[in-house]
């Protein structure tokens, strides 16, 4: 008999009207027992595929050219696997990146619970991470008040995960962290719509500004994407031709 799976993060909404939960591994959240749409599975299925498509091509040509460069002969088998490189790729940046992610956010919550923080990793690339992030700490006045909670719509059945709130140099700030290369439009419409249904369950906007840390995990390199909230309502504006988009792909048409 199957094991039914058991939630890594329950939390009650809207005062206690609505139970949510969180299973990380499917990464799926229910609301009262039923699967919601998540912001980043939104956003990623209104996502141009054009540039996935390039960057899968880019990675079977580096791996050919690097069995050129290197003096071999390019086999059937190469040319196989070449063809798989960017899941090679995808998966271990995914890897790395998730790595990061945790290591911050054990951080995080011993920060504000006043426990040990967490050991340096030990691998090269997620220590880069992690240094990168401790570095944006250092340089700035930073109060960490929540992370990784669940936030949910009522308006636009929608929900997600934030990864913090904290006062960021005495401004109440809504935080996300990157470990990709690329911070572009759905990144700034993820912000604002997990900014969105927190204001909309406590009744007001309490921000004061957005910021998006992106962390490079081969250099520790920060860039800070400082948004504030001039665009927030266009960014969400965003978000919500993304949900328009992913409910059309996920209805079933009318038969006649």
Known sequence: MATKAMPDITCSLYNGKHEAKYFDKSHRYTIDG???????????????????????????????????????????????????????????????????????ETYVKAQQTGDEEPELPTDEKVLNGVTGFLSWVGENDIEFLDSEFIVYSEKYDYTGKPDAVAKVNGLLTLVDYKTGSVVDWSAHAQVSAYLEAIAEEKGKNMFKNRVIVQISKDTGEVTVHDLGMEQHELDFKAFLGALAISVCKSSKPTKK
């Open 34 to 104: 039923v699967r919601k749409k998540s912001v980043t599975g939104i956003l990623g299925v209104a996502k141009e595929t054009d540039i996935l498509i390039m960057w899968a091509v880019k990675m079977a040509r580096l791996y050919l050219l690097e069995i050129i460069e290197s003096g071999g002969m390019i086999t059937i088998g190469d040319v196989l696997e070449a063809c798989t490189a960017w899941r090679t790729k995808r998966d271990t940046a995914a890897g790395l990146g998730t790595q990061v992610h945790d290591w911050i």
